[in-house]
């Protein structure tokens, strides 16, 4: 049986004017609802951050990252 534990949250945190290494949270690889509300805390303080899967396809990114890839 395949681990459920596939989504990995990944964030540039501070000013991302300034900052650029990305950095993944310490709990990934996570189950998706623990990575949907991991990066909901990231989404608060305004930094680029997204949750992908194991292959890098990205299921959601925070509103500061959507500025930052369009």
Do not use: C, Q
């Amino acid at each position: 049986m395949a681990s459920r534990k596939k989504w990995y949250v990944r964030f540039i945190a501070g000013n991302p004017e300034i900052f650029s290494d990305v950095k993944t949270e310490s709990r990934s690889p996570m189950m998706r609802s623990e990575a949907l509300e991991a990066i909901g805390h990231i989404d608060n303080n305004g930094w680029r951050g997204w949750v992908e899967d194991e292959s890098g396809n990205r299921i959601y990114e925070t509103a500061t990252e959507k500025r930052y890839t369009s």
